[in-house]
Structure formats: C-alpha cells, structure tokens
T-cell receptor
Framework: EDQVTQSPEALRLQEGESSSLNCSYT??????LFWYRQDPGKGPEFLFTLYSAGEEKEKERLKATLTKKESFLHITAPKPEDSATYLC???????????FGPGTRLSVLP | KAGVTQTPRYLIKTRGQQVTLSCSPI?????VSWYQQTPGQGLQFLFE???????NKGNFPGRFSGRQFSNSRSEMNVSTLELGDSALYLC???????????FGSGTRLTVV
C-alpha cells in the first residue's frame, strides 16, 4: 500500500530563515511526486511534479528535489506570504489515485 | 482563464439526507477527481473520471458516487448522510490523468 509521511508537522521560521520540508514515501513504482500548497479555506495549489530520482525543480523561493525514498522542499529566505500548509502526494505506475501526506504547516514570522 | 468551480460553497444537511455537489473543470480538462478533506484524515481520494468513465476509485462506501457529463462537468452524490461525512469536498481537474491537478475551493459540507 502506498504511503506518504511528512515532517515536521509544523514549522515556524523567521522571515529570511531558510529551511527544508521532508516528504517520505513508499510506493510500488513511482509515476510522479507532487507538491502543493494550501491556504486556509482554499483548495491546494499545484507547485511541482517530480518524476525521477535526481530531478530538481525551482519556483521563486522554492526548490523541490527527489530521491528514491523521499523528496525535500527547500524554502530559501522565506517571506510571510509563504505561510501555508505544504502537501506532498504520490501516484504509482498503475496510474491509480493520488495518496497525499498529512502536510507541513509552515508559519513565517515577520 | 477560469479555474475549477465548485458549487455550492457551503451546505448544511441533516443526517439521513442525500446531497449532490457540482464541479465545473477548467475548459479543455477532461480528467476530474474528487477528494474529501478532514482534519483527522487529511486529503483522501474519492474517485476520478475521464471522458465520462470512472477510472479510479478510493476506499469509500457505496454511498459515495459520482458521474461526469459530456462537457466534462462532474457531480458527486452522497446518500444517507452520516455525521462523519462532514468535510471539505474538493474537486480537481487536469488535461490527463497523472498531470498536476488544479483544485477548486471546495464545498464545505456540514451534517447535523
């Protein structure tokens, strides 16, 4: 059974203090790993898709990396507007449903 | 371009009733998925439709059902509502299964 765990559960950073969020997964053949951010009262917003180990993608202050067992979302010099819950999800090679992790709740203080 | 539209935004129903939620995907998107989000269980996959056919189904009881129309719009139905069905129901669309999905803002269902 596909599983996704995320750590830490919650993270508080000062503005400008860089850090990383972890997503660990077990899946019978990875088709894709997805990162989303979710603001309170809204649906998740797509950030990245990673398909193979060694792949990296960047968007503004965010950089996602992938290994065979985990993915990291690196946040460089975060700003208060980066505060959100960050969700990781995997899809297996059978193209079945997405399995989401529980998320990391990030707070960036000014 | 217009995003994924879900209606209604909020809904209050009584235990035992049934409810239908609606989702209009982004124009051109043929894949529509439904999710249930609760504080305790997080985001859980309900089902996915592509070109009016159900492709995948999560581990939910048969009280949860859905369908997709020829214009890709989708509906989700829950019959015999239980208190535990209270949740945020999210719809997401994509050009094809497996791509990054665009989510709607969800329908907040409260069962009393």
């Amino acid at each position: 059974e596909d599983q996704v765990t995320q750590s830490p559960e919650a993270l508080r950073l000062q503005e400008g203090e860089s850090s990383s969020l972890n997503c660990s997964y077990t899946v019978s053949g990875l088709r894709g790993l997805f990162w989303y951010r979710q603001d309170p009262g809204k649906g998740p917003e797509f950030l990245f898709t990673l398909y193979s180990a060694g792949e990296e993608k960047e968007k503004e202050r965010l950089k996602a990396t992938l290994t065979k067992k985990e993915s990291f979302l690196h946040i460089t010099a975060p700003k208060p507007e980066d505060s959100a819950t960050y969700l990781c999800a995997v899809q297996d090679n059978y193209g079945q449903n997405f399995v989401f992790g529980p998320g990391t709740r990030l707070s960036v203080l000014p | 371009k217009a995003g994924v539209t879900q209606t209604p935004r909020y809904l209050i129903k009584t235990r035992g009733q049934q409810v239908t939620l609606s989702c209009s995907p982004i124009s051109g998107h043929r894949s529509v998925s439904w999710y249930q989000q609760t504080p305790g269980q997080g985001l859980q996959f309900l089902f996915e439709y592509f070109s009016e056919t159900q492709r995948n189904k999560g581990n939910f009881p048969g009280r949860f059902s859905g369908r997709q129309f020829s214009n890709s719009r989708s509906e989700m139905n829950v019959s015999t509502l239980e208190l535990g069905d209270s949740a945020l129901y999210l719809c997401a669309s994509s050009l094809a299964s497996g791509n990054g999905y665009t989510f709607g803002s969800g329908t907040r269902l409260t069962v009393v």
